[in-house]
């Protein structure tokens, strides 16, 4: 088996995560707790997130999982107030949360136009919102907005998420301009296609694996383990002058 770098910094430091049941989430609570991380992690699915939970007993500090909808922002705000009062001061975020579900241009309604803001795009700002101050007060920390090759492909059949996915970037470095003298530093972190069990379930098929064969410069399974690890170096000490940048994982396909 190999083995992966290990971030002394990162031990005992408190890092939340959205969206972080399923998938790269998932996979995220799972490396930054195994780094010696206090995790809090904050979903809408309660049966995964107490899954996950329990079957991390071995690390350092069991993750803190709080049951919430990202798109209800009082919610939101609330669950990272009690990420802070269990764990203390956050100073690692990872802005994962979002629902890449295809709809058309025709069956786009005003309501689901906003829905698809709502969980793709606004909950990023109002987390980051929530934490600045506590990372002002330790005199830095790293925020991680999740972004997605789907918009620079020109991939269709997803027009909200994709406006949303191609905003999440211009939200990062406005906020890494007005946070940077803080310390603060905000970059993106875009995955390819990442082969989750909803992907693998939902959307990946005969003609998807040729497209991957075709797009990707190496013809692997591109898998939640390689966001996480990216994530990892994001979020620690050795990308200390990393800012506004925008950090693709996706076997060059882009």
């Known amino acids: ?5 290990q971030y002394p910094c990162l031990a005992e430091r408190t890092v939340l995560v959205t969206g972080g049941a ?15 991380a206090k995790v809090g992690f904050v979903d809408i699915d309660e049966a995964a ?13 069991r993750p803190l999982f709080v049951a919430a909808d990202l798109t209800d922002i009082a919610a939101l705000t609330a669950a990272i107030g009690q990420v802070r009062q269990t764990f203390g001061a956050i100073t690692v975020l990872l802005n994962n949360a979002a629902n890449d579900q295809r709809h058309s241009i025709a069956a786009t309604t005003p309501e689901s136009w906003d829905a698809g803001i709502a969980v793709n795009l606004k909950h990023q700002f109002f987390a980051a919102q929530a934490v600045a101050e506590d990372m002002k007060l330790a005199g830095g920390g790293s925020i991680v ?27 990062t470095r406005s906020l890494a301009r007005d946070l940077g003298r803080f310390n603060i530093r905000v970059n993106t972190l875009v995955p390819g296609w990442v082969m989750t069990e909803r992907q693998l379930r939902l959307w990946v098929d005969d003609a998807g694996r040729a497209d991957i064969a075709r797009g990707q410069c190496i013809n692997r399974e591109l898998l939640p383990e390689h966001i996480a690890r990216m994530a990892l170096f994001l979020a620690s000490d050795e990308s200390a002058m990393c800012t506004a ?7 060059g396909w882009t």
């Open 1 to 5: 088996m190999p083995e992966y770098a």
């Open 22 to 36: 399923t998938g790269i989430g998932a996979s995220l609570v799972e490396h930054f707790a195994a780094q010696g």
């Open 49 to 61: 997130g107490h899954a996950l939970v329990a079957g991390l007993s071995s690390v350092r500090t």
């Open 145 to 171: 907005n999740f972004g997605s090759v789907s918009w620079m492909l020109k991939q269709g059949g997803m027009p909200v998420y994709t406006t949303a996915k191609s905003a999440v970037q211009g939200l």
């Open 245 to 251: 940048q925008n950090f693709v994982v996706d076997a």
